[in-house]
């Protein structure tokens, strides 16, 4: 038997993936989602774009404090301060990398850069350089190469790997590629760049097209030993290469993929949950791997065959994929030690035993409105059970939504704003617009609602309802989310949540819209 390459799985979802709309993270929630992106194996996680703000510096500081096993990466463009903030914020790593960048095809150039090849050329071989002063692990990426012209990649990509660069990554920025030619472009600049030999090539792929994964398997079929990724697919547009998808199809198709990875794959589900609970994104039911639908089968034919032989219809297990840990029911009865244990299991630690008063607390009031508690009801309680960064200027005291046959819904509110109780009332044509009325009846925040989305978590009638509020205010758009066993009480937290978030933002730069 051959032996395989090993494939390095990179994960973006606290960068890449916290550019999608309204998925901004604290810095508490970076560092829960790095926590179980490093139980889960991930080889390098990339945990944010240091220059963008000084919690996105503080947030890339704080989960190379905590990692110990992944190599923590930060994103810096090719210009000497990203370069130099980016070196501070990995310093305490124990496994540290650099991730910098400069658009390389002639739209980028001429129109975002205003810069001439040559200069391109010339600015990336000093950022590598130094970026080498502070992490021999050095990456650099060529943005917009699924659209650049060879010959010019070839130059800029010998030059940087001379200048100390150990990983080449190819991105399609856009998500324009296309399989075949994706693939077959790695395979022509390895064969091209007389120095390939002395770095890895990496691919990171949007999926506006629906290509992501593809593009990224094809990447991998010629010769890519490192794929970027995301949790769930998150990302800017339409999202990234989802990191599942790519692992299970690496581990499902063995026999045609010539790589293996170390990803535990036992902890994607329950990592999948976690992003979902803490960004807002539900899951849609048919995703890949993740979804509620992906093991459900309906029809009578498919049933019939997977009693008869699972593997009939079904060409992985569902427990394998972290499936089986919503099965351990907690209730009314279950004491603390045992509360712990689940919340450890889901990757989820408190910083003092304060904090695990909090979400015990939470837990047993949860447990005297409904029956039996699953991992996904601690997933949204754990939210507001542990301390973090987001300054709570709004808060929900005491609230009576009224309705009635014949008459519009009422809703009178009592909301904590920056520590003084104010009242609030409204009428509207249903006791969720009421209860949104009230609120900005006080508040007067100018936001305009974007989204409203609400999901059971999980079975039954006294399921915790979770709901997503997407307010945009300004061009900011921001993700709100509040959970519940009633649901209008769900409502005002999430959209007092987006409110919060709002009021508290830092203003970030972008790394694709500020250029160099």
Not at 35 to 53: N, P, T, Y
Not at 76 to 90: F, H, L, M, N
Not at 103 to 128: F, G
Not at 357 to 379: G, S, V
Request: net charge negative.
């Amino acid at each position: 038997m051959t032996a395989k390459d090993k494939l390095v799985i990179f994960d973006t979802t606290l960068r890449d993936g916290e550019q999608s709309p309204g998925a901004s993270m604290t810095r508490d929630e970076k560092v829960r989602i790095a926590k179980m992106l490093e139980k889960m194996r991930v080889d390098v996680i990339e945990a944010g774009f240091a220059i963008a703000s000084q919690g996105d510096f503080e947030s890339v500081r704080a989960v190379a404090e905590v990692i110990k096993d992944s190599t923590v990466c930060t994103l810096a463009r090719a210009v000497k301060g990203d370069i130099e903030r980016a070196g501070e914020a990995i310093k305490p790593a124990n496994s540290g990398r650099i991730h910098t960048f400069i658009a390389t095809s002639p739209i980028h150039m001429k129109y975002k850069l205003q810069m001439e090849p040559a200069k391109v050329l010339e600015q990336a071989v000093a950022a590598i350089k130094l970026a080498r002063q502070f992490t021999d692990d050095v990456e650099f990426s060529l943005e917009d190469a699924s659209r650049s012209e060879f010959e010019f990649m070839c130059r800029i990509i010998e030059s940087v790997i001379d200048a100390g660069a150990r990983t080449i990554n190819l991105p399609d920025t856009v998500g324009y590629g296309e399989p075949s030619e994706y693939g077959l472009l790695f395979r022509r600049l390895i064969e091209n760049v007389p120095n390939s030999d002395k770095a890895i090539f990496s691919t990171h792929c949007h999926n506006d097209l629906g290509l992501a994964v593809a593009n990224s398997l094809s990447a991998v079929m010629h010769g890519a030993r490192q794929v970027e990724c995301t949790i769930n697919g998150l990302g800017e547009r339409a999202g990234n290469a989802a990191l599942e998808e790519i692992v299970m199809a690496i581990k499902t198709r063995k026999d045609l993929l010539p790589v293996e990875t170390n990803i535990d794959i036992s902890h994607i589900v329950p990592t999948s949950r976690l992003v979902s609970s803490i960004t807002g994104f539900p899951v849609q039911p048919n995703k890949a791997i993740v979804g509620a639908n992906a093991f459900a089968h309906e029809s009578g034919i498919h049933q019939d065959g997977i009693l008869k032989h699972r593997e009939t219809y079904e060409i992985m297990r569902a427990e394998d994929v972290g499936w089986n840990t919503n099965k351990l029911v907690l209730g009314k009865h279950s004491g603390r030690a045992a509360v712990k244990a689940r919340f450890e299991a889901l990757g989820i630690t408190f910083e003092n035993a304060d904090a695990l008063n909090i979400a015990f607390t939470k837990f047993k009031d949860l447990a005297d409105k409904k029956h039996e508690i699953f991992d996904e009801d601690l997933q949204a309680l754990v939210s507001d059970a542990q301390p973090h960064a987001l300054v709570e200027t709004y808060h929900l005291g005491d609230m009576e939504v009224v309705c009635k046959t014949g008459q519009n819904p009422s809703a009178k509110l009592i909301l904590t704003i920056k520590g003084k109780n104010v009242a609030a009332q409204a009428t509207g044509s249903g006791p969720v617009d009421a209860t949104f009325k009230a609120i900005e009846s006080v508040v007067n925040s100018g936001a305009h609602l974007q989204l409203y989305s609400v999901n059971a978590i999980t079975e039954g009638t006294d399921s915790l309802g979770d709901v997503t509020v997407r307010l945009e205010h300004e061009g900011h758009i921001v993700n709100g989310v509040g959970a519940d066993t009633d649901i209008i009480t769900a409502s005002a937290k999430a959209y007092l949540h987006a409110l919060n978030i709002l009021s508290a933002r830092d203003e970030k730069h972008h790394p694709q819209h500020d250029g160099v």
